[in-house]
Structures are given as C-alpha cells and as structure tokens.
C-alpha cells in the first residue's frame, strides 16, 4: 500500500525555520518525482516544488524561490522541504505528493502536515 | 503559475448531475492532454478522480468522467451520492498548476 506521512510542521515566528519530511513506503520511491503543494487556510491547492527521480533537477513556485529547498534522501525514502525566511503568508498544510510514473501529474499525496507562521 | 479557473461552488440533488468547468490557457489545459481532478474532503488527503482528460484511475467509480474543449476542462459526476459533496481542483503542467478549487454540495 502506498503511504506518504508528512511530519515536522507546527508554529514558526515569521523569518524563522523549519524542515518539513515525507516518509515514503509502499512503492519504490527513488523511481518517482515528488511534489510539495500547500493549502492556506481557506484557501485552495498550490504548487510550491518538485524534484525529479534522480534528484538532480528542482523547481519552485515564485512564491518560495530562495527562501525553500526540496531534496530527498532516497536511502531513507524520504522527501524534505527546508523552509526558511517564513512569512505569515507560508502558513498552510503542506502535502507530500507523487508525480505519476506514466503520465504528466500527480497521482498520490499525504495527508498533510500543518505549518503556521506567527509571532 | 497562474491559477486555472473554476466555478466557486456547484451543486445537486441526489442521482443528479453536476459539470465543473476548468478554463486555463494554450500553455495548460488547451496545450496538452494531461489535465488531472481531485476530490479533497476536508482534513483528508486529495484523491486522484481523473488524470490524462479522461481516464479513470483503478477504484474511481464510472460516475466520474473528464472531457476538453479548447481551453477548458470538464468533470461530470453522474448519479450524485452524499458522499460526492467535497472540494474538486483540476491540474495541468505536470501537476505544477491548480485550479481554484469549486466546492460540490449535495442538497
């Protein structure tokens, strides 16, 4: 059975830190392309970052560029998110996601991890 | 990065229908064959319903159906059940862009 658990959000004063990490089972994790996609609080679904199968290549939502990093730890089938210089606008659940193998998108996620930004 | 474009809610009796439309552009949703739909209950993971316009993913009831026109997404979901009421989001570009999201109430 696939899983992807998210854990290490919780509250951050704004400019602070927090590494968030996705605990993947259930398939071969260093085969996919995994995803990191928030939802403010009443808000909808929004990409922040992906990182391919080899880990060699990123992307970032203009939003987080320079201030997140995604990399994964494929030994420990685990996805990271190192989130730096948050804003009160960072906060939201955060869902670890996989990129489908055999088509262009996403095709699982987590159930989300909770990250609020305020002092 | 934009966000594509969905209605804000839509609804139905029982065994009714309800269409969601998903309006992006020739860089998305008009520009390849890779739109997705999720359904996400409250506090729940999102679930893949549709992906590629139109497949159904192994478990998705034949109720839900994808279609395109143009620049612009649909997702039917046929014979409403209570069960159905949730929020449904479309992605295009590789999963990198999301819709506004459009909540499906139940009456």
């Known amino acids: 059975e696939v899983q992807l658990v998210e854990s290490g959000g919780g509250l951050v004063q704004p400019g602070g830190s927090l590494r968030l990490s996705c605990a993947a089972s259930?398939?071969?994790?260093?085969?996919?392309?995994m995803h990191w996609v928030r939802q403010a609080p009443g808000k909808g679904l929004v990409w922040v970052s992906r990182v391919n199968s080899e880990g060699s290549h990123t992307n970032y939502a203009d939003s987080v560029k320079g201030r997140f990093t995604i990399s994964r730890d494929d030994a420990k089938n685990t996805l990271f998110l190192d989130m730096n210089s948050l804003r009160a606008e960072d906060t939201a659940v955060y869902y670890c996601a996989r990129g489908a193998s055999d088509w262009s998108g996403i095709d699982f996620w987590g159930q989300g991890t909770l990250v609020t930004v305020s002092s | 990065q934009s966000a594509l474009t969905q209605p804000p809610s839509a609804s139905g009796s029982p065994g009714q229908s309800v269409t969601i439309s998903c309006t992006g552009t020739s860089s998305d949703v008009g520009g390849y064959n890779s739109v997705s739909w999720y359904q996400h209950h409250p506090g729940k993971a999102p679930k893949l319903m549709i992906y590629?316009?139109?497949k159904r993913p192994s478990g998705v009831p034949d109720r839900f159906s994808g279609s395109k026109s143009g620049n612009t997404a649909s997702l039917t979901v046929s014979g409403l059940q209570a069960e159905d009421e949730a929020d449904y989001y479309c992605s295009s570009n590789g999963g990198t862009s999301f819709g506004t999201g459009t909540k499906v109430t139940v009456l």
């Open positions: 590629e316009v139109t």
């Open positions: 259930g398939f071969t994790f260093s085969n996919y392309w």
